[in-house]
């Protein structure tokens, strides 16, 4: 393996590489933008065109069969397979409704529109990026690339709460990030390579690798990392602060594209590398204990919530922990059946539906206040019923109830453990969907409860559907619609998987 | 393997494509009168399906069979179709859906989403006894829940929310139990087709194949239903939710959603398991008797009037558990098709009486026992009707009560003697609590703010009339509804008796 002098960049490597090198590029494209134009509406519309540009060559790239044994780019650090390419559809979405939602809501920022559009696609070239590495060092990079604009967006209120979460996030993202590049390197050290199907090679041919405790600690290290990433408990104690004190599209942004990013590091890492092994199904024991805890303790703190930011990040920390099911049945799995990884492929992409409807609600109630109470919810029901449906679609497939994306995505990760001998793990999931389901009915109650004082009602202004508004009631439609015709997504995630095995 | 008849499609989705409707165009009065007519409909089709299939009454009929997730790893189907015991209830929702309708008529209080809410309900509850796919039966069961409890919560009274959240919690635990049972029985059997999982259960049993041993299956099955049914100490969700929901959730809540409770309990556990219902009928008769008698005695106690009749459908609910426990001999025949007669007719009697007592709290705006008294003369067809509804539920001969009972304890006392021999003490105590209800409450003397209350009106007298016509009806020729139910309970009662 040479590095360094030899790198050539072939047009095809680029152009395996065209949606996160387009979106970098809009991202650069929209900082200058700013430095030149006065009128700052005209960024977003540009963001915007640029993204679904990028779209367009993302389905280019994935309806281009020759990917399938071509897809090695920029010396096999790079595959372009379907798998990458799923997650790239989910970023990519999500994306665009972020700035579909921060068409208002920026405008807050005026000076630092710019900013905060270019910041935001920064770190959605790096997810985009996560998604298709093959190698150890680019995937830290993208990484890097994921965190570093985050947390400026998420200081980029400068507010004082705005600004302890972005410290708080830059300051715990450096830590983990640590941890698992100490991991990376443990790995390294023992493997003598740092392409994941090298790495794959070594260890399926070398007993003593499996058996070497140096590489358990790597795993270890390296679910550590990812662990803050995708806050799952025990690592979860930044995700409340930085959530409520982000801006709210942040918000939004980091609780789906940043857990779908860390999981396509997690499944790449995990899925490829050690596949089959013993070592696997003893890290999937730690991934099954972890997803318990994630799963009780999100959903128990929940409850006690009364700030919807706050609920909701309590709400992510669990739904880290039903994902993770499907990662720890994965490793106990032995590559016999796909229920697990292809499980979690479909459930972030519902996952991604049902949040981005539930902070888009958000936006568009509470962030003229920036009270985020759930009082402000109270009457909602009379006040914009659309929004109120969409909110109780989202509420409901968060708690996993029919006839909802979510409720599919449930039921597809508890079979995948229950076929993978993870019966009490299964039970726990089931039964923390009933916990759940107490504080997500209770945001129902309040919309469509009719308050007592019937005066302060008629003071409050009816909201406006604009653009962010006819984001939301799309994304809800999303929800229901892959709630009753799942099979679209099931057949993407089943042949997202089967390119990584 | 796919077929298309569409009639239990139109019956299902009639009614929440009506919903939409009126969502986005309809208002008020309009709303209403749309829904009535959409009921009405509803109750034209699944009369037309029930005695279509009566006058040839045999398997599985009017199969809607489609493909609906079909990847290999998680096949599902979108499978409809009714058989012997699924036609008569699906029969009682259509009857009872009309019957909300009315009584939910006067309401002033957001009169739209009540009656989409209401007709959803009805959808997805037809949905339930309708499925023959496990995974799309198990999405009615849930798909209720919503409807549900924005109808307690809403137009509610007293501690409305508190009993909503109650009912939904407790149902959604059910729930978890019945999904943990349904993906395991998934996992170990590759199929959620609930025709032909009886058989490949019994071969996944024999082959060791079960990935939970099928004891346990049962269990959770079982639990998940009986939590709906309700069985001790399950029930305490149900005084609650019965007793401030609306008139018209409170019928349907009696008359059918404890009856999928019961339905599943057939269709899913006894059906797919027989052989854990043979060891564990002992239990399943205990825990009837406990609610037979725990029922009955803490009905005796209640002072609000739908508080006392929602205890009592925890007493006749145990009827139901009772008749399933009649396993040995040749009384299982008896014991089952009493206990699905019991389902069909607790849920006129009791849609009855919580419609008659919901048009009384209209007038009175009370439903505290002592406050009431001398209702008969001032409102003789209301009185009347809950004296009905009352001697029915005790088990007057001649009404459908007393059928169900009588065919319970025939079955049941040749499996549990003496079981069943104390199960006949509630007969007296409901006979005590029903009489003595309807003493304080309509006769004797009458408090003055009541004397220039109104009788019934139109639109009041029509479903009473409609739910008197077949409590007496099913009464006096109750094999118009028992025979069917016979032949549905056959192939379990076989499956059962195999193992006798």
């Known amino acids: 393996m040479q590095w360094g002098l030899s790198i050539k960049m072939p047009l095809h490597d680029i152009y395996l590489l065209s949606p996160e090198i387009s979106i970098a590029c809009l991202a650069a494209v929209v900082i200058v933008l700013d430095l030149f134009t006065k009128n700052k509406k005209i960024i977003p519309v540009v963001a915007t065109i640029g993204v679904i540009g990028s779209v367009l060559l993302t389905i280019l790239i994935h309806q281009d069969t020759s990917i399938i044994n071509n897809g090695n780019a920029f010396s096999n650090t790079f595959n372009v397979d379907t798998f990458g390419i799923f997650f790239k559809y989910i970023i990519l979405g999500t994306v665009l409704v972020v700035i579909l939602y921060s068409y208002e809501y920026a405008e807050k920022f005026n000076n630092h529109q710019g900013e905060y559009y270019s910041l935001l696609l920064f770190s959605a070239s790096g997810m985009m990026l996560l998604a298709s590495a093959t190698e150890l060092i680019t995937l830290y990079i993208a990484l890097e690339l994921t965190s570093l604009p985050s947390a400026g967006l998420v200081a980029l209120k400068r507010s004082r709460a705005s600004a302890e979460a972005g410290i708080k996030f830059l300051l715990l993202s450096a830590i983990s990030s640590a941890i698992l590049l100490y991991g990376m390197v443990l790995i390294y050290g023992f493997t003598g390579s740092s392409h994941l199907n090298e790495i794959a090679d070594q260890i399926s041919r070398s007993q003593n690798l499996v058996s070497n405790p140096a590489i358990l600690l790597a795993m270890i290290l390296i679910t550590a990392g990812f662990g803050f990433k995708i806050s799952a408990a025990p690592f979860q104690m930044w995700a409340p602060d930085v959530y409520e004190g982000a801006p709210t599209p942040i918000t939004a942004f980091l609780s789906v594209a940043s857990k779908s990013a860390g999981f396509a590091l997690a499944i790449r890492i995990f899925y490829t590398v050690f596949n089959g092994t013993e070592i696997s199904v003893e890290w999937g024991q730690i991934i099954a204990i972890l997803s318990a805890l994630s799963m009780t303790l999100g959903n128990l703190i929940a409850i006690r919530q009364n700030n919807i930011k706050r609920l909701l990040a309590y709400s992510t920390v669990a739904q880290a922990g039903y994902i993770m099911v499907g990662l720890a049945s994965m490793s106990m799995l032995d590559g016999t059946s796909n229920l697990g990884p292809s499980g979690i492929l479909f459930y972030l992409a519902g996952y991604a539906m049902t949040n981005l409807t539930a902070f888009g609600i958000i936006i568009l109630v509470c962030s003229k206040s920036e009270n985020y109470s759930l009082e402000k919810f109270s009457d909602l029901a009379r006040i914009s019923p659309v929004l109120a449906i969409a909110m109780t679609l989202s509420m409901v497939s968060l708690i996993g109830i029919p006839p909802t994306v979510g409720f599919i995505g449930k039921v597809y990760l508890f079979s995948a453990a229950m076929e993978s001998g993870l019966i009490w793990l299964a039970i726990f999931g089931v039964l923390n969907s009933v916990i759940s389901a107490y504080y997500y009915l209770n945001i129902v109650r309040i919309m469509f409860k009719r308050s007592s004082k019937n005066d302060s009602y008629e003071k409050r202004p009816s909201i406006p559907l604009k653009i962010g508004g006819v984001a939301v009631i799309l994304s809800a439609i999303a929800t229901f619609v892959f709630g009753l015709y799942p099979e679209p997504i099931l057949n993407l995630a089943n042949t997202a998987i089967q390119s990584i095995i | ?500």
């Open chain 2, 1 to 500: 393997m796919e077929e298309f008849t569409g009639i239990l499609t139109i019956a299902i989705f009639l009614p929440i494509v009506a919903a939409i409707i009126i969502l986005i165009f309809l208002q008020g009065k309009n709303a209403r009168n749309f829904a009535l007519a959409i009921s009405i409909l509803e109750l034209i089709i699944t009369s037309y399906v029930f005695l279509e299939y009566r006058s040839n009454p045999d398997g599985y009929q009017f199969i809607d069979r489609l493909n609906w997730i079909p990847i290999e790893s998680f096949k599902t189907e979108y499978f409809l179709g009714i058989d012997g015991l699924s036609a008569p209830l699906l029969f009682l929702t259509g009857l009872l859906g009309v019957v909300a309708i009315f009584a939910s008529w006067t309401i002033t209080n957001r009169v739209k989403e009540h009656f989409i809410w209401l007709l959803i309900l009805q959808g997805s509850v037809i949905g339930v006894f309708t499925s023959l796919d496990f995974f799309l039966f198990f999405l009615f069961w849930e798909l209720e829940l919503i409807p549900m409890f924005f109808l307690i919560s809403i137009w509610g009274t007293g501690r409305k929310e508190y009993s909503a959240m109650k009912f939904l919690i407790f149902t959604i635990l059910g729930s978890a139990f019945m999904l943990i049972g349904l993906l395991a029985i998934y996992v170990s059997t590759g199929t959620f087709d609930m025709t032909a999982l009886p058989e490949k259960i019994s071969t996944a049993i024999s082959i060791g194949d079960l990935i939970i041993p099928a004891s346990w299956l049962f269990l959770l099955t079982i639990i998940g239903f009986a939590i709906k049914l309700p069985v001790f100490p399950f029930h305490t969700w149900l005084p609650d939710a019965h007793t401030d929901a609306p008139t018209a959730a409170s019928v349907m809540l009696a008359g059918v959603l404890l009856k999928m409770g019961g339905y599943g309990m057939f269709r899913i556990s006894a059906t797919m398991f027989p052989e854990q219902l043979h060891n564990f009928s002992l239990w399943i008769a205990i825990f009837g008797l406990i609610n037979i008698i725990y029922g009955a005695v803490v009905t005796i106690r209640q002072t609000d009037l739908k508080r006392l009749i929602a205890y009592s459908s925890i007493s006749h609910m145990g009827f139901i558990l009772l008749g399933l426990a009649a396993v040995s001999g040749d009384s299982l025949r008896l014991g089952f098709s009493g206990a699905a007669l019991q389902m069909f007719t607790h849920g006129t009697i009791t849609g009855l009486m919580f419609l008659t007592v919901g048009f009384i709290y209209e007038r009175t705006h009370t439903r505290y026992i002592p406050d009431l008294g001398g209702l008969a003369n001032v409102m003789p067809i209301l009185a009347s009707s809950i004296l009905i509804a009352g001697l029915a539920s005790l088990g007057l001969p001649g009404t459908s009560g007393f059928v169900a009972e009588i065919i319970i304890f025939m079955g049941s006392f040749a499996a549990f003697p003496i079981l069943t021999a104390i199960a006949t003490v509630a007969v007296v105590l409901t006979a005590g609590y029903i009489l003595w209800m309807i003493q304080r409450s309509m006769f004797g003397k009458r408090p003055e703010k009541f004397d220039s209350l109104s009788d019934a009106k139109a639109h009041e007298i029509i479903p009473i009339t409609m739910l008197i016509i077949s409590i007496i009806f099913v009464g006096v020729y109750p094999s118009f509804i028992s025979d069917i139910f016979t032949l549905g309970i056959e192939p379990i009662a076989s499956a059962v008796g195999v193992i006798n």
